[in-house]
């Protein structure tokens, strides 16, 4: 039996969601029109994505293999240089965040990586230490960083406010601990963590935002 | 900066933004190391955003760069480089389509369907930008077609899943999804890039 236009367009929209290269066939002009609008569906469901760290490295080593003559020597991609790879995409230093998180760890959880150093961070205080007893939180932002401290039992965090499914600003929730996304209904844990969320795949973890208490103030490492 | 000391409201800091994260001095790129760290991740959104899928944006993400940095003459101005990068992806992501999905009558309208937007002008696109889009799409679609989008795209249900919640046969929904998927190509077509 034939595939009916449907069924082909159904099929194609499978793989995006599965995030795999689509079976190709050849399209009619309508259904050529359902599957860009697919494409431009498709980030929905996992967020916009960057580029695989290990494919930015790799694709590097190739072009550098084409491009010189001399032979390729493997490179290790520094932190600055990764991150300045990822600045033409981060217009805004929320995605800078995401950028560390993604581009520095592609394995592991955000806590794991490490704080976020941009080159250009300075320590800037948000609140006095006194402000915040434990149990508390607030948010702060840069005009770049939309962020949150939060006095975890005496622990000190500070953490991105942005949730890492499609953006939305988290708010704050003192009674639960937790940080609440007004979007789709997902939780994140003072820590971070993904308490729980409702959607199809688990989003990562919030990127953890560099902090200190100094003199009385509490400061983090931002631009 | 810095000397902000309450939160909620740290004001806009004088040079917030990109400033930092450029690889270059000024506006003109000196080597192709330097397009290549300040471009990929632009390359690669603008390239994911026209095949949905990371093996594929991976491939044509190589194709375009490789093809790009082998005949650009540098040092070049930055706006000079961008403008060849996205002309080199419109190119790329034609014959992606025209090699893969042709055939069946769609070859007249590849170019104008698929690579209708990127311009140098809105090159790097803001990540951020595509998912606002995209629910932008969403929003302009009649009910019944938003909600079968939605619940493929952003809650991920199979098509059998969608047609139980919609209350419709599995073939229905295909159907559905078919009609909601050409109606958003319009109205994607009539939004801005």
């Known amino acids: ?223 | 900066m810095g000397e902000n000391s309450q939160s909620e409201a740290i004001d806009e800091p004088p040079s917030s933004g990109k400033a930092f994260l450029r690889v270059v001095d000024g506006r003109t790129y000196q080597d192709w190391e330097a397009v290549y760290r300040d471009n990929v991740v632009g390359i690669y959104h603008l390239v994911f955003r026209r095949v949905g899928n990371p093996p594929d944006a991976e491939d044509l993400c190589e194709e375009v760069l490789l093809q790009a940095l082998r005949r650009l003459r540098l040092p070049a101005p930055v706006h000079e480089v961008r403008a060849y990068l996205v002309k080199t992806a419109r190119t790329v992501l034609a014959e992606h389509w025209r090699r893969h999905y042709a055939g069946g009558g769609a070859e007249v309208n590849i170019d104008q369907m698929v690579i209708k937007n990127p311009s140098s002008g809105d090159f790097p696109e803001e990540s951020s930008a595509t998912s606002e889009r995209a629910m932008r799409i969403l929003a302009l679609l009649p009910d019944r077609f938003r909600q079968v989008l939605e619940l493929r795209f952003l809650r991920g249900y199979s098509v059998a899943e969608a047609a139980r919640e919609m209350g419709v046969s599995d073939s229905n929904a295909k159907v559905l999804q078919y009609r909601a998927l050409r109606k958003a190509a319009q109205v994607a077509g009539e939004l801005a890039p």
């Open chain 1, 1 to 223: 039996m034939r595939r009916q236009p449907q069924d082909r367009v159904s099929r194609f929209v499978d793989d995006l969601l599965k995030r795999r290269r689509p079976a190709r066939f050849r399209a009619t002009s309508e259904e050529l029109e359902a599957l860009t609008a697919a494409t431009e569906l498709a980030p929905l469901k996992a967020g916009v994505d960057l580029p695989d760290p290990r494919f930015v490295a790799r694709l590097e080593d190739r072009l550098r293999q084409q491009l010189e003559d001399p032979p390729a020597r493997s490179r290790v991609w520094s932190r600055r240089g990764l991150l300045q790879a990822a600045g033409a995409a981060a217009a805004a230093a929320v995605v800078g965040v995401t950028v560390d998180r993604t581009i520095l760890n592609p394995t592991g959880p955000a806590s794991e990586s490490g704080p976020l150093v941009p080159n250009a961070a300075q320590w800037r205080p948000v609140a006095a230490l006194s402000e915040l007893p434990a149990g508390k939180a607030r948010t702060f932002s840069t005009g770049a960083v939309q962020g949150v401290i939060v006095n975890d039992n005496g622990k000190i965090r500070a953490l991105s406010r942005v949730c890492t499914h499609l953006g939305c600003v988290l708010q704050p929730n003192v009674e639960s601990r937790s940080l609440d996304c007004p979007c789709h209904r997902t939780v994140f844990a003072w820590d971070g963590s993904v308490d729980r969320h409702q959607l199809p795949s688990r989003p990562a973890r919030l990127p953890t935002i560099e902090s200190r208490v100094r003199e009385g103030q509490i400061e983090v490492l931002v631009v």
